[in-house]
């Protein structure tokens, strides 16, 4: 499996939702029959074992295959529900400084070997994590939301990207928490919108849903999450990667785009002021 | 009045015009991919110390808002009687 494909989800501004992206891909590409690897790079500020539901399964840390300690895939730890998912889990008390590319470079090297597909979840910012992130990955994700400090953010990403050698054929977009009603009312920024300022091939468009919510809560990924829609929209995502044509429209096809009628409104008007 | 107000304007066309305002940067380096961005201004009773002022600032303006590297920001100085013409040759790689 010398030919692995290497993703890195990055984004520079935080809170927009590359932890559960790189979790939710990860495990359908793992549902359907591949073998996946996710490396938290975010180090000392993990959460990824946290929504994998993972967190008291996590012995060993990437840090300490950087510092000899153990080999990498000896640190892997299995995902409970989805067995060909691992992850590679970040150090809460480590710190950035302690990995340096090279060492990246060589854990998914290493790792290039087992698996079909490793996903990296960048940390937020554009500085030493960052560099590491990025380093070892083929192709690079960035993920935004529709509102412009988001989108300032991504555009710098994607400045930095193409100064470490990416190219507009390997660096994709992923709109996150869109609202469609919003969309529709000529209230929010579509995604198209933003696709078109950015200039970047639209990988996936996620809806805001309190789903995601519920997932992290219980600590299992989208797919395997009882009576939530929104996992086809990361099975469409992963069908792109996999090079099948899925229409972008497709993300948002489950979701209802109606503007709320006047009973709904009144309502959420009570339940707000309740 | 509450509840009943209505927004003057859909926000979206402001948000808009904003983002393409602050990404109007990104769309000219994408724009100029590959190829050197040449620009040039002219400028009359300059000192010594304006035009080392001026040289620092095209390329500290470069490296950061361009994301090149400062040694891929050459710029030229050349005078002509009480004139003089600076020419900032940006390569990108």
């Not at chain 1, 935080?14 to 495990?27: E, H, M, P, R, S």
């Not at chain 1, 990824?48 to 300690?69: A, P, Q, S």
Request: charged share 25%; proline share 2%; hydrophobic share 40%.
């Amino acid at each position: 499996m010398e030919n692995s494909k290497v993703f890195v989800v990055t984004s520079g501004k935080g809170g927009v939702g590359k932890t559960t992206i790189v979790a939710n891909l990860g495990a359908s590409l793992a549902k359907k029959g591949y073998n996946v690897c996710l490396i938290d790079a975010d180090i000392g500020l993990k959460n990824l074992d946290i929504v994998l539901g993972l967190e008291n399964r996590v012995v060993y840390t990437i840090i300490d295959v950087v510092t000899g300690n153990k080999s990498v895939m000896d640190v892997l730890v299995k995902h409970k529900q989805i067995k060909n998912l691992f992850l590679l889990a970040s150090s809460q008390i480590a710190n950035k400084d302690m990995v340096s590319p090279d060492d990246m470079i060589n854990i998914v090297s290493k790792l290039s070997k087992h698996f079909h597909y490793i996903i990296i979840d960048s940390p937020a910012g554009i500085e030493r994590g960052f560099k590491n992130a990025v380093v070892a990955a083929q192709h690079a994700i960035v993920v935004t939301t529709p509102d412009l400090t988001s989108i300032s953010d991504a555009d710098r990403v994607v400045g930095l990207l193409e100064n470490q050698g990416y190219t507009e054929n390997n660096i994709s977009l992923i709109v996150n928490r869109i609202k469609p009603k919003l969309v529709k009312k000529n209230e929010m920024l579509s995604a198209n919108d933003i696709k078109e300022a950015l200039a970047l091939n639209l990988l996936g468009i996620i809806p805001e849903s309190e789903d995601i919510l519920l997932s992290t809560n219980e600590g299992n990924p989208l797919s395997i999450s009882r009576g939530n829609k929104l996992h086809v929209v990361f099975d469409n995502i992963s069908d792109r990667i996999l090079g099948k044509n899925i229409p972008i429209e497709k993300d948002l096809s489950g979701i209802d785009h109606t503007p709320e009628g006047f009973f709904e409104f009144i309502k959420n008007l009570f339940r707000r002021r309740g | 009045m509450w509840p009943f107000t209505r927004k003057s304007k859909k926000t979206r066309e402001t948000a808009i015009k904003r983002m393409n305002a602050f990404l109007s940067n990104s769309q000219t380096r994408n724009d100029n991919k590959n190829k050197n961005n040449i620009s040039q201004i002219k400028l009359t009773n300059v000192d010594e110390e304006n035009l080392n002022y001026v040289v620092n600032y095209i390329k500290d303006y470069a490296v950061t808002h361009l994301s090149v590297k400062r040694e891929d920001v050459k710029v030229h100085v050349s005078k002509e009687e009480n004139s003089i013409t600076i020419v900032a040759n940006i390569i990108y790689k």
